[in-house]
């Protein structure tokens, strides 16, 4: 998936550990997003940003945070990590100049927490 | 509230078998509609879309009409080949919101 970019793919946390999910993309684009992906349950939109700076809430945004200081990265931090976050978790961007809705996403990062 | 909801999975068809999978939405204002396809290992492709009613999305001989009257977008294709086994997924986002709400998802595997 060339234009959005996730580190690491794969990660095993301890409880109460602290890890950062990375994403970059190439894309020069103000909108960038995070969801978390459960067995069965689709996809949930944790947090996302409209621009440098500027962040804000998904429908999942606890224990959770998130930073946007450039266009290109939008890294996020579990500070606590509990065994509920448990997921996979993609970044996606928008496509282009698509309509709302048309997302890129990034190919995930499968984090398991014990 | 906004809410996608999809036909419990998994589906297990044989291979050239008709495939449908159902999709019904609830949304505020005139909401835009999609499926995104997830194939193993991989993140969430966009498969296809259709922004009003009426509208008919197709893209890998898969396609899907934006029922208004019924609130439905159901994914269709007339012969299913072993390389659509996937997670098919059903998504709406609101005009001029760029968020997107899913369904849970529908695990189609296909046997040849």
């Known amino acids: 998936n060339a234009g959005v970019t996730q580190t690491p793919k794969f990660r095993i946390l301890k409880i109460g550990q602290s890890m950062t999910l990375q994403c970059t993309q190439d894309?020069?684009?103000?909108?960038m997003y995070w969801y978390r992906q459960d067995p069965g349950m689709g996809l949930k939109l944790i947090y996302y940003?409209?621009?440098?700076?500027?962040?804000d809430k998904g429908e999942v945004p606890n224990g959770y945070n998130v930073s946007r200081s450039t266009t290109e990265d939008f890294p996020l931090r579990l500070e606590l990590a509990a065994p509920s976050q448990t997921s996979v978790y993609f970044c996606?961007?928008?496509?282009?100049?698509?309509?709302?809705?048309?997302?890129?996403f990034g190919e995930g990062s499968r984090l398991t927490v014990l | 509230g906004n809410s996608v909801t999809q036909m419990e999975g998994p589906v297990t068809l044989s291979e050239e078998a008709f495939l449908t999978i159902n999709c019904t939405y609830t949304?505020?204002?005139?909401?835009?509609l999609f499926w995104y396809v997830q194939y193993p290992g991989e993140g969430l492709q966009l498969l296809l879309k259709?922004?009003?009613?009426?509208d008919k999305g197709s893209n890998k001989g898969f396609e899907a009409t934006y029922r208004k009257e019924t609130t439905s977008f159901h994914l269709e294709k007339g012969s299913v080949q072993v390389s659509d086994s996937a997670v098919y997924f059903c998504?709406?986002?609101?005009?001029?919101?760029?968020?997107?709400?899913f369904g849970q998802g529908t695990r189609l595997t296909i046997n040849p």
């Open positions: 949304a505020t204002g005139y909401p835009s």
């Open positions: 259709a922004t009003k009613a009426d």
């Open positions: 940003s409209v621009g440098a700076g500027i962040t």
């Open positions: 894309m020069n684009h103000n909108y």
């Open positions: 996606a961007i928008p496509r282009g100049d698509a309509i709302p809705g048309e997302l890129f």
């Open positions: 998504a709406l986002s609101i005009q001029g919101a760029q968020k997107l709400v």
